[in-house]
């Protein structure tokens, strides 16, 4: 895909992103549009998935760690044809398959997630036991930054640049805020790449939100061998809806209606200018 | 006190007398039943070992503990098969989880402290929910984890692992039955928790018709005066207390339970018919454990008075196992003591 259509695809998962939240009257949208690029770029560029075939065995797996922007995963595999678009408006209802956090019983969903620092252990070892059989598949996890202050990560963490899983790449949602506010007045994660080169990681740095910058890391993360990579994209929380951009407010709340009306003229202005 | 200690001396003597045997005999793995005592978490890296070549997706994960489970066993056998995680119980249980995914079978193993108090909350998120084929061997269950003390005594595991919805729970009595549920859990495709004892257990399932299902109990003695439902290293506790009770002119049936869930209610439910009365011996805390699944049953569908021994809601303490089993009631005298109270 061209950057533009990855652009135009990134902006339709954002709207999807809304919507279902909007819908839902409960929800994550702030570090679901954040990462919303990185969600498009991966299931419509990076990985070798097919959405007919969603358990094909020698897919890449896709691990979401930050499993609190379901809404973001939800509307990525929807746009993508794993199911219906339409079905996001079910999201968090009584007797919807699209559960508040991602079941690994949703088509395309490889393993359930919520409980922060528990999805990049899951990835490991899937990306372990890919090269126990000697497969070929590529294991991604995306993380937030505020989730990188749970033990478990780095648990993990230490385990793959021990293993040596360069197979894996796991992916650091940098947008800054969390529930409480600032990430770096809660309880800093500060310096995040320093911390993954320690732990014998092969770390980027990299713009969330420019696909050239995207696809750079993470063919550079394909090519490096003998250690996993992370990549830190910096982001912005809220990304595409103005009044959401950088607010932690936005982390866990749903627009209302005239919000909501806000935030889809808001997307459909940046659709234009993407024509 | 001097009592006591001879009986610490005993156990000492035996283990050593047990250890020079198990030297002696290289092919000791198809004799086990000839050996009179083993503890089960040496059964557990027995049948890992024995039962890889069948299970060719078999794969052990172990937190720096693989000497003390016993999974060392494998390792020695299968070295790229077992992974050490190092001293990271949460993430050793995801990884089994990722494993799981792309289809190896991992047994997971610690002691069930760590594999099912500190990684309680892995276990339910990361193996229960998805419904995974992961495997967790959580050895040195129970106070008769011995002079470690009240830290490394886990008296709560099968509570916490009985409320994971889909979770299989299962406590072996023996060398024997904690190897044939070794195999059931390969067997079987969901979430298992297996208990295993750091102390050697005398073997009492040696007999020709033994059959193992998941879910089934086995009466073990048969009675019509009390039932004594007992689980793990109990069951020998509850059939010795049966021969003292049956001194005393009372006739106990005896109701081996190695799965606690889902129990074999059918089972119980007709011996508490017979007897009405029912006592629950394990080496676990009386809340949430063998006695309260056995409740659970019996308030429901014949409510029977029930006695429940075990830990009394307390904490256990450093000792030796057989001194603590002593103290704490869970050797013949003290259930059977409990028991003709009780009756």
Redesign the interface.
């Given at each position: 895909m061209t950057n533009l259509e990855l652009q135009r695809q990134a902006n339709e998962v954002r709207k999807g992103i809304v919507t279902a939240v909007h819908s839902a009257k409960a929800g994550h949208p702030g570090g679901s549009l954040s990462a919303a690029d990185v969600f498009t770029y991966l299931y419509f560029e990076e990985m070798n998935i097919d959405p007919k075939n969603p358990d094909k065995e020698d897919r890449d797996r896709f691990v979401l760690s930050k499993g609190h922007t379901a809404p973001g995963l939800y509307s990525t595999l929807a746009n993508r044809g794993y199911f219906p678009v339409e079905d996001l408006k079910t999201l968090r209802k009584l007797g919807s398959y699209l559960q508040g956090h991602p079941c690994i019983h949703i088509p395309g969903v490889d393993m359930s997630s919520g409980s922060l620092g528990q999805g990049i252990s899951a990835a490991v070892g899937m990306a372990l036991g890919g090269k126990m059989s000697d497969k070929s598949f590529r294991v991604y996890t995306l993380l937030g930054d505020g989730e990188i202050q749970e033990g478990q990560v780095w648990e993990a963490a230490m385990f793959a640049g021990h293993r040596k899983l360069d197979n894996l790449c796991v992916i650091v949602d940098n947008n800054g805020l969390q529930i409480d506010g600032k990430i770096e007045d809660v309880c800093s994660p500060y310096p995040i790449d320093k911390k993954f080169e320690a732990f014998n990681f092969h770390v980027i740095n990299c713009d969330a939100h420019d696909f050239d910058a995207l696809r750079a890391a993470f063919n550079e993360a394909k090519a490096t061998k003998g250690q996993p990579t992370a990549i830190i994209v910096k982001s912005v929380k809220g990304k595409g809806v103005s009044f959401m951009e950088n607010n932690a407010g936005w982390h866990g709340k749903a627009p209302n209606d005239e919000e909501y009306a806000i935030a889809m003229a808001d997307l459909e202005k940046i659709g234009a200018a993407l024509q | 006190m001097m009592r006591s200690m001879q009986s610490q001396w005993l156990i000492l003597r035996r283990s050593v007398q047990l250890s020079s045997k198990l030297k002696l005999k290289k092919g000791m793995v198809n004799k086990m039943a000839d050996v009179k005592k083993i503890a089960t978490r040496e059964s557990y890296g027995n049948a890992l070992k024995d039962l890889a070549e069948e299970f060719p997706n078999l794969?052990v994960l172990d937190a720096d503990l693989a000497e003390a489970t016993k999974t060392g066993i494998f390792k020695k056998a299968y070295p790229?098969?077992h992974?050490d995680?190092?001293i990271?119980e949460?993430?050793m249980?995801?990884?089994?989880?990722?494993?799981?995914?792309?289809?190896?079978i991992?047994f997971v193993s610690s002691f069930a402290m760590f594999a099912a108090g500190r990684a309680f909350?892995?276990v339910r998120?990361?193996v229960g929910?998805?419904h995974l084929n992961v495997k967790i061997g959580a050895t040195h269950a129970g106070i008769t984890v011995g002079e470690d003390g009240a830290t490394h005594q886990c008296n709560e595991d099968l509570a916490l692992m009985r409320t994971i919805p889909g979770m299989v729970v299962m406590c072996p009595s023996d060398d024997i039955e904690a190897k044939a549920a070794v195999r059931a859990a390969l067997e079987y495709d969901g979430p298992v928790y297996i208990r295993f004892g750091r102390a050697a257990v005398p073997v009492i399932n040696d007999k020709p018709d033994y059959k193992f299902e998941i879910g089934k109990g086995t009466v073990v003695r048969e009675g019509k005066d009390v039932t004594i439902v007992a689980t793990g290293i109990c069951v020998d506790s509850a059939l010795g207390a049966a021969e003292l009770l049956a001194a005393d002119g009372i006739d106990a049936e005896v109701i081996n339970i190695c799965t606690i869930k889902p129990l074999d209610e059918e089972l119980i439910l007709a011996s508490a018919k017979k007897t009405g009365k029912v006592v629950t011996v394990e080496e676990h805390s009386v809340i949430g454990g063998l006695g309260s699944a056995v409740c659970d049953c019996l308030s429901e569908k014949l409510p029977t008075p029930v006695k429940k021994l075990g830990m009394q809601d307390i904490f256990g303490e450093s000792g030796s196992a057989a001194a603590l089993v002593e103290k704490y009631g869970l050797d013949a005298k003290g259930v059977a003591a409990s028991v003709k109270a009780f009756v």
């Amino acid at each position: 895909m061209t950057n533009l259509e990855l652009q135009r695809q990134a902006n339709e998962v954002r709207k999807g992103i809304v919507t279902a939240v909007h819908s839902a009257k409960a929800g994550h949208p702030g570090g679901s549009l954040s990462a919303a690029d990185v969600f498009t770029y991966l299931y419509f560029e990076e990985m070798n998935i097919d959405p007919k075939n969603p358990d094909k065995e020698d897919r890449d797996r896709f691990v979401l760690s930050k499993g609190h922007t379901a809404p973001g995963l939800y509307s990525t595999l929807a746009n993508r044809g794993y199911f219906p678009v339409e079905d996001l408006k079910t999201l968090r209802k009584l007797g919807s398959y699209l559960q508040g956090h991602p079941c690994i019983h949703i088509p395309g969903v490889d393993m359930s997630s919520g409980s922060l620092g528990q999805g990049i252990s899951a990835a490991v070892g899937m990306a372990l036991g890919g090269k126990m059989s000697d497969k070929s598949f590529r294991v991604y996890t995306l993380l937030g930054d505020g989730e990188i202050q749970e033990g478990q990560v780095w648990e993990a963490a230490m385990f793959a640049g021990h293993r040596k899983l360069d197979n894996l790449c796991v992916i650091v949602d940098n947008n800054g805020l969390q529930i409480d506010g600032k990430i770096e007045d809660v309880c800093s994660p500060y310096p995040i790449d320093k911390k993954f080169e320690a732990f014998n990681f092969h770390v980027i740095n990299c713009d969330a939100h420019d696909f050239d910058a995207l696809r750079a890391a993470f063919n550079e993360a394909k090519a490096t061998k003998g250690q996993p990579t992370a990549i830190i994209v910096k982001s912005v929380k809220g990304k595409g809806v103005s009044f959401m951009e950088n607010n932690a407010g936005w982390h866990g709340k749903a627009p209302n209606d005239e919000e909501y009306a806000i935030a889809m003229a808001d997307l459909e202005k940046i659709g234009a200018a993407l024509q | 006190m001097m009592r006591s200690m001879q009986s610490q001396w005993l156990i000492l003597r035996r283990s050593v007398q047990l250890s020079s045997k198990l030297k002696l005999k290289k092919g000791m793995v198809n004799k086990m039943a000839d050996v009179k005592k083993i503890a089960t978490r040496e059964s557990y890296g027995n049948a890992l070992k024995d039962l890889a070549e069948e299970f060719p997706n078999l794969v052990v994960l172990d937190a720096d503990l693989a000497e003390a489970t016993k999974t060392g066993i494998f390792k020695k056998a299968y070295p790229d098969r077992h992974i050490d995680c190092g001293i990271a119980e949460c993430n050793m249980v995801g990884v089994a989880a990722g494993l799981s995914l792309v289809g190896k079978i991992p047994f997971v193993s610690s002691f069930a402290m760590f594999a099912a108090g500190r990684a309680f909350e892995q276990v339910r998120n990361s193996v229960g929910y998805p419904h995974l084929n992961v495997k967790i061997g959580a050895t040195h269950a129970g106070i008769t984890v011995g002079e470690d003390g009240a830290t490394h005594q886990c008296n709560e595991d099968l509570a916490l692992m009985r409320t994971i919805p889909g979770m299989v729970v299962m406590c072996p009595s023996d060398d024997i039955e904690a190897k044939a549920a070794v195999r059931a859990a390969l067997e079987y495709d969901g979430p298992v928790y297996i208990r295993f004892g750091r102390a050697a257990v005398p073997v009492i399932n040696d007999k020709p018709d033994y059959k193992f299902e998941i879910g089934k109990g086995t009466v073990v003695r048969e009675g019509k005066d009390v039932t004594i439902v007992a689980t793990g290293i109990c069951v020998d506790s509850a059939l010795g207390a049966a021969e003292l009770l049956a001194a005393d002119g009372i006739d106990a049936e005896v109701i081996n339970i190695c799965t606690i869930k889902p129990l074999d209610e059918e089972l119980i439910l007709a011996s508490a018919k017979k007897t009405g009365k029912v006592v629950t011996v394990e080496e676990h805390s009386v809340i949430g454990g063998l006695g309260s699944a056995v409740c659970d049953c019996l308030s429901e569908k014949l409510p029977t008075p029930v006695k429940k021994l075990g830990m009394q809601d307390i904490f256990g303490e450093s000792g030796s196992a057989a001194a603590l089993v002593e103290k704490y009631g869970l050797d013949a005298k003290g259930v059977a003591a409990s028991v003709k109270a009780f009756v």
